[in-house]
C-alpha cells in the first residue's frame, strides 16, 4: 500500500485522480484521515495498532468477564495482566493474551458448580484459584518442554470444540440480548437454553431487547460496509480495515452515550439494565485465596481448563506465524501462558490465554514485536482510572450483542465440514460428534469426546495399518531399464502395469505405518495366511499321526498344493519402519519358526530392506535375524555357502554404484578397495559384512536372494 506524506501533493492527487463525485471539502476530509493512518513509521504504526488493540479489549474483556460471571472489572486485570507480562516470553509478535470467550464459560461453570456446594466462598476467588492451579500446570509443561503434547489434538478436534463453544456461548447471551427476564440457568447445555430462551420470549422486556438487537445489527451492518469500502476502494483498504477493528468500540461509545441520556436523571431506577458501578484501578490486588476444599471441587475439570488455554493460544499463535512467515516455540509459548496466569491473580485475572479477534488486528497491521503490548496495556490501565464512570452506562444487553457478534466469526461455514469429508470422511464424523455432545453436554466433554475419539482412530489406524506384498516391474530410463517396486493393489487398480513375481517362493512385504506391538500381530497374520495360501507345504510329515496335529494349525491345510512354489526367501521393506519393540521382534521369531517347519528342510531366507535406524538393525540381530541360520540342518548349507565363490551379500558404493560380483566377499572387498575410477574416488561398504541379510534398498536384496538360490542350484 502506498504510505502518502502530509505534504506530498502530487501523490495525492494521483490517488484521488478520476474521483470527481467527491466535492473538494470530502476530498479535504479524506484525505486528512488517510494521512493519519497511513503515513506512519514503524514506531507509530505500532502505536496506532496498539491503541486499537486496547480500545477493543476494553470492552471484549468486559463482555467475557460477564460470560466467567465475574464482575466486569475483572475482565480489564485479566486484560492488563496478559499483554504486561506476555511480551517479555513470546516468541510470537501477532498474540495478545487476556480473557476469552471460550475460557471465560468454562470459569463461570466452574464457579457455579462450587457455589452449589459452598454458596459463600465469592466467584472471584473461585476464578483466581483455578488461574493458579491451570498456569503452574501449564508452567510445568513448558519447563519440561511438553508443547509437542498440542500436535496430539488434531484440527477436527479444535473446530468442533470452537464451533459447540460458539453455538453454547451465542445461545446463553440470547436471553441478556433480549432482557427475558424468567429465571433459567445460562450454563446448561446449548439445546436447553435454547429451549429455555423460546419459552421465556414473553417475559423479554422492549428497552433491553432494543439496546441489544441494535448493537448487534450496527456491528454487523458496520463490518459490511468496511468490508464493501475496502473492495471498492483498495487504496483505503488499510483505513477501513481499522474502521472495521473499531466498530466494537464504535457501538459500546455509541450506546453508553444514548444510555447516559436516558438514564442520566434516573440511575436509581435505569429504564434498562446497566453494567452498574467499575471500581477505579486494582481495587481487588492482593494474594489469592486457596482453599483446598474448592481445589478438590473443580480438579475434575482441571484437564479442560489446561487444554482449553492450551489449544486457544497455541491454535492461534501457530496459524499466525504460518501467515507471516515465522515459528513459535510451543514450550515457550506454554511458559508464557503458565507464568501469566500465576502471577495475574494477585491483581485480580482470572485464567487467560491467546485471543484469535485482538491478534488478527495485530497480525493485520503489521506489528514487528511482541513489545508493542506495553501500549496496550497503557490503554487499558488508562480505562481502568479515567473511563470507570463512563463505563456504568453500558447497557447489559449491548455488551451481550458484542458478545455475540465476537464468537460468532468462530463458527466455520458449511464448506469447511465439506473439505472435512471430502479430504477424511473419519474426520467429519470426529468434528460431528464433537459438535453434538458440545451441544447437549458441555464444553469440557466435548473437548474429551473429540480427542478420545481421534486417538482411537489414530490407534486403530496403526493396529490394522494395511501392508503390502510388492511385485516388480521394470521402467525405461535413458536407454536403460532401472527395477520398479509396487504393491500387487496397484496392479488391480491398473491393468496396464504388468507386475511379476521376481522368483517363484520370494516374496516381498512393505510395512505401510510403523512395526510395533500395536500392529505387530496383524501383520503376523497377514504374513502367515498370504504365504500358507501361495506356496506349499514341503514336510507333509511334520507330524508322527494325523491326530497329532492341533485342531487349529493352519499350516498343514495346503499339503496337495503341488502347482504351487515352495517358499524360500522373504524381504521386507522396513522404509516406513522407525523403530521396533519386544513384541514385534517375537512376532517375527514365530512367524519365522512357522514357516521354517512349513519348508523344511531348507529354512526360509529373511532379508530386511531399508532400514534406517541402528537400533531395529541391532534388535533383529538379536534376534537372529540379518545372517544365515546355524542351527540343525542349516550349518551345514552355512559352510557350504562360504565355501563357495558367488553368493556373498556384502554391497558396494563407489563411483559406478556397481554391485558385488561373483567372489568371496573377502576378496572381493580388498581388491575394491585398491581400486579407485577415473575420478580417484574409492569403493565404500554401505553395511556390516557380518550381518549379510539387512540391504540398502530392495534391488540389491532381491539380487542378494537370486546370488544364494543360484549358488545353491535352487529351482
Known amino acids: 500500500m502506498a504510505v502518502v506524506p502530509l505534504n506530498d501533493t502530487a501523490k495525492w492527487d494521483y490517488i484521488m485522480a478520476d474521483r470527481d463525485i467527491l466535492n473538494p471539502l470530502t476530498q479535504r476530509t479524506v484525505q486528512s484521515i488517510f494521512n493519519a493512518f497511513m503515513q506512519t513509521s514503524n514506531t507509530s504504526t505500532t502505536l496506532i495498532v496498539r491503541t486499537t488493540v486496547g480500545a477493543v479489549v476494553v470492552p471484549q474483556s468486559m463482555g467475557y468477564a460477564k460470560l466467567a460471571n465475574l464482575p466486569v472489572q475483572y475482565g480489564l486485570y485479566t486484560s492488563f495482566m496478559g499483554v504486561l507480562i506476555y511480551w517479555f516470553f513470546a516468541t510470537s509478535k501477532d498474540i495478545t493474551i487476556g480473557p476469552v470467550a471460550v475460557m471465560s464459560t468454562v470459569v463461570g461453570s466452574i464457579i457455579i458448580d462450587v457455589q452449589n456446594v459452598y454458596p459463600d466462598i465469592p466467584g472471584p476467588q473461585i476464578a483466581l484459584s483455578i488461574a493458579i492451579v491451570s498456569g503452574s500446570v501449564i508452567t510445568f509443561m513448558g519447563l519440561t518442554r511438553l508443547g509437542f503434547i ?19 456461548i451465542c445461545s446463553g447471551q440470547v436471553k441478556g440480548l433480549l432482557g427475558e427476564t424468567a429465571n433459567f440457568s445460562t450454563s446448561a447445555p446449548a439445546y436447553k437454553i435454547i429451549i429455555d430462551t423460546l419459552k421465556s420470549l414473553p417475559t423479554s422486556r422492549g428497552y433491553d431487547a432494543a439496546m441489544g438487537v441494535s448493537a448487534l445489527f450496527t456491528l454487523y451492518s458496520l463490518r459490511e460496509a468496511c468490508k464493501y469500502g475496502a473492495r471498492k476502494h483498495p487504496r483505503y483498504s488499510k483505513l477501513f480495515f481499522f474502521l472495521d477493528a473499531l466498530r466494537t468500540v464504535f457501538v459500546i461509545i455509541l450506546f453508553a452515550v444514548i444510555s447516559f441520556a436516558v438514564n442520566f436523571h434516573r440511575r436509581a431506577s435505569p429504564a434498562f439494565a446497566l453494567v452498574g458501578s467499575v471500581p477505579r484501578g486494582f481495587e481487588h490486588a492482593g494474594v489469592p485465596v486457596l482453599e483446598g476444599d474448592v481445589i478438590k471441587l473443580f480438579l475434575p475439570k482441571l484437564p479442560a481448563c489446561v487444554i482449553v488455554l492450551l489449544i486457544e493460544h497455541i491454535a492461534v499463535s501457530k496459524s499466525f506465524g504460518r501467515v507471516n512467515n515465522y515459528t513459535i516455540d510451543p514450550s515457550q509459548e506454554l511458559i508464557a501462558i503458565g507464568v501469566t496466569n500465576l502471577l495475574g491473580p494477585f491483581v485480580g485475572a482470572y485464567p487467560a490465554t491467546g485471543s484469535f479477534s485482538r491478534s488478527a488486528i495485530q497480525s493485520k497491521s503489521g506489528v514487528r514485536s511482541p513489545f508493542a503490548g506495553i501500549i496496550t496495556a497503557c490503554v487499558v490501565l488508562i480505562a481502568m482510572y479515567a473511563l470507570t464512570p ?30 472435512f469429508w471430502l479430504i477424511s470422511p473419519l474426520d467429519a464424523v470426529i468434528f460431528a460428534v464433537g459438535l453434538i455432545v458440545a451441544i447437549v453436554s458441555t464444553i469440557p466433554n466435548s473437548i474429551y469426546a473429540t480427542v478420545c475419539l481421534s486417538v482411537a482412530v489414530l490407534l486403530f489406524r496403526h493396529a490394522k495399518a494395511p501392508g503390502h506384498f510388492l511385485g516388480q516391474t521394470w521402467v525405461n530410463d535413458q536407454n536403460s531399464q532401472r527395477p520398479l517396486f509396487l504393491s500387487v493393489e496397484d496392479a488391480d487398480a491398473n ?37 500358507s495360501k501361495s506356496t506349499r507345504q514341503t514336510n507333509t510329515e511334520a507330524y508322527t499321526k494325523k491326530g497329532d496335529r492341533p485342531w487349529n494349525d493352519p499350516v498343514s491345510s495346503n499339503t496337495d498344493g503341488h502347482h504351487l512354489p515352495i517358499l524360500r526367501a522373504i524381504i521386507l521393506d522396513f522404509s516406513a519402519v522407525n523403530n521396533v519393540d519386544v513384541t514385534c521382534v517375537q512376532n517375527l521369531m514365530d512367524v519365522r519358526k512357522q514357516l521354517d517347519r512349513r519348508s523344511a528342510p531348507v529354512a526360509v531366507q529373511w532379508h530386511f530392506a531399508n532400514i534406517k535406524n541402528r537400533w531395529t538393525k541391532r534388535a533383529l540381530g538379536a534376534a537372529g535375524f540379518g545372517s544365515l541360520p546355524l542351527t540343525g540342518s542349516q550349518e551345514t548349507a552355512s559352510s557350504e555357502l562360504n565355501s563357495q565363490e558367488g553368493p556373498s551379500d556384502v554391497e558396494m558404493a563407489g563411483s559406478t554404484g556397481e554391485p558385488l560380483s561373483s567372489k568371496r566377499s573377502d576378496n572381493w572387498i580388498e581388491a575394491q578397495e585398491k581400486q579407485s575410477d577415473a575420478s580417484g574416488l574409492k569403493a565404500a561398504i554401505l553395511k556390516n559384512r557380518t550381518r549379510p541379510f539387512f540391504h540398502v534398498d530392495l534391488a540389491s536384496a532381491l539380487r542378494s536372494v537370486d546370488l544364494y538360490l543360484a549358488a545353491n542350484s535352487v529351482a
Do not use: C, W
Open 150 to 168: 498440542v500436535d496430539f489434538i488434531p484440527l477436527p478436534a479444535i473446530t468442533a470444540f470452537m464451533v459447540g463453544s460458539s453455538v453454547t
Open 390 to 419: 463512563g463505563l456504568f452506562y453500558i447497557p447489559k444487553a449491548s455488551l451481550s450483542g458484542v458478545i455475540i457478534h465476537a464468537v460468532g466469526d468462530l463458527i466455520v461455514p458449511p464448506n469447511t465440514i465439506y473439505q
Open 495 to 531: 491393468p496396464a502395469i504388468k507386475l511379476e513375481n521376481p522368483r517363484p517362493g520370494v516374496f516381498l512385504y512393505r510395512f505401510s505405518e510403523g512395526f510395533n506391538y500395536p500392529n505387530a500381530n496383524h501383520y503376523s497374520d497377514i504374513l502367515v495366511n498370504t504365504l
